[in-house]
């Protein structure tokens, strides 16, 4: 006998289905919910539902039923409309989180700084948010104020948001958000598309553009350069005068945002398949030198010929890593950091090219020198700077020949092969040679693999070291004799 909410999830879906399919049959001339007199709704016919996530069409659709206004909202909607699958779907509702976690027993509660429901579906999780306005503290209509008005009555420092947990309308939710085209509303209920922003006409010029003044904007949030960059290059999007002015200028600004969340968007920039770009983008910003001075003091003056030369080594690294993540690859934490840090290490460690004070040390110094102030700064965890740190000591081991102290069969079988292996495919094809080192060790993968217990043991007993035998003392080297502890018979 199917179970009570096994046969509630059948009834979302089959309510969902035949609003779907009746709203498919409506003119593209729609008429709006009252609470969408000031946004344009259009048709959402041009959307492939085939797309669409199932988990989250049951959340909206229980929503609905129960009188609450409930719409896919943000990047998904973006990426449908720009025919993109989505990799995830969130949902906006009306409905308080409390409200939420009583229509499902899946739901968790989470969040500090603003409270939302996480609903279960196995390991696939629905993030479902109240709609949101701006804090009271911030004058009606602020997001239009121009930061530079005669009066002054505020300067850009202190308009950063540290407080967001106000409930609003879906009209002050979308308003509320960064870009216009990240501010759509789709009701897969209706079939609509709800656009109080204007983000459906930018979305169809290719623009990126903030809701309100863009310095104000950005002010609030500096981490939205950081998103701006994400969108502009993964989106192909032109990012408009004013945002760009905006962007420029407050690039110092990012100083005062959340580490943390800072290093979370770097991390998002290189696993995005448009690292290249978005570090390009960066650099032009004047945003580079704030987030990663290191990595902007490695690249230098790009009117210099030396330092381009060495800049074009950065450069592609990002290239080859982006062809692997265009080919399925997602680099780990330990992966990314090394990348970052690999360039500036290898000068530091060339006493040749090196700008730090002292001489030149091991590479496991150099590796420390440089990586650990990038942990302080961006208050990196120590798990992923450690791993990053013995990924890059690992790189000579790919072209060290076998011997009793080195078996590659140990090295392909240790722990941390795969991820040393993934930096130096992305080396090789940055270097543009050694191509066949790293097939060989594709190889020898594959052979530890299939390799015996007894022929890993027998590894193990090859790679310990010999003990040495100790040196019986000469004559007389006993006790007041004053003969060296290591032999004084001179036959050495």
């Known amino acids: 006998m199917p179970s009570a909410w096994a046969s509630t999830r059948a009834q979302d879906v089959s309510r969902l289905g035949f609003s779907a399919r009746r709203a498919r049959c409506r003119p593209a001339c729609l008429t709006k919910h009252p609470s969408h007199r000031s946004a344009r709704v259009v048709s959402a016919n041009s959307i492939d539902r085939s797309a669409l996530d199932q988990d989250a069409l049951r959340v909206v659709s229980r929503l ?163 998103r701006g960059v994400k969108f502009a290059t993964r989106l192909g999007l032109r990012i408009d005068e004013p945002t760009w002015e905006a962007m420029v200028e407050l690039s110092p600004a990012l100083s005062r945002s959340s580490p943390p969340r800072v290093i979370e968007e770097i991390l998002r920039l290189l696993r995005s398949g448009s690292a290249l770009g978005a570090f390009r983008m960066l650099r032009a910003l004047g945003a580079l030198r704030v987030i990663l001075p290191m990595i902007d003091a490695y690249l230098g003056d790009p009117e210099n010929a030396v330092d381009t030369e060495r800049a074009n080594l950065f450069w592609r690294l990002l290239e080859a890593l982006d062809n692997d993540v265009h080919a399925g690859y997602q680099p780990g934490n330990a992966v990314c950091l090394a990348l970052l840090a690999l360039r500036t290490i290898e000068r530091e460690a060339d006493p040749r090219t090196r700008t730090l004070p002292g001489e030149a040390k091991t590479l496991d110094q150099v590796c420390a020198e440089v990586l650990e102030p990038l942990a302080i700064q961006a208050r990196l965890g120590r798990r992923d700077c450690a791993k990053a740190q013995r990924l890059i000591l690992l790189q000579p081991r790919f072209t060290q020949p076998a011997s009793r102290r080195f078996r590659p069969l140990l090295f392909v079988r240790s722990e941390e092969f795969p991820e040393a292996l993934e930096l130096f495919r992305i080396r090789t094809t940055a270097r543009g040679q050694g191509w066949d080192v790293y097939e060989g060790w594709l190889e020898r993968q594959k052979a530890a693999h299939e390799a015996s217990p007894e022929e890993v043991e027998a590894e193990r007993k090859q790679a310990k070291p010999r003990r040495r035998r100790r040196r019986r003392r000469g004559k007389g080297s006993g006790k007041g004799s004053g003969g060296s502890s290591v032999g004084g018979s001179g036959a050495d």
């Open 64 to 226: 609905t039923r129960q009188g609450y206004e409930a719409y896919l909202v943000g990047g998904c909607v973006r990426d449908l409309l720009i025919g993109r699958r989505p990799k995830d779907f969130d949902v906006a509702t009306s409905a308080h989180p409390r409200q939420i976690k009583r229509l499902f027993h899946n739901g968790r509660i989470i969040g500090r700084r603003f409270r939302l429901v996480h609903i279960h579906y196995g390991d696939h999780i629905i993030e479902t948010a109240t709609f949101r306005r701006d804090p009271e503290s911030r004058p009606p209509g602020d997001s239009e104020l121009d930061a530079d008005n005669a009066g002054g009555e505020r300067e850009l420092e202190d308009l950063l948001i540290t407080e967001d947990n106000e409930y609003g309308t879906a009209e002050e939710d979308a308003r509320r958000r960064d870009f216009t085209v990240n501010a759509l509303f789709l009701d897969p209920v209706q079939n609509e598309i709800i656009d109080y922003v204007g983000g459906l006409r930018d979305l169809q010029d290719n623009l990126l553009r903030t809701i309100g003044d863009p310095k104000v904007r950005i002010a609030e949030d500096p981490v939205r350069i950081l």
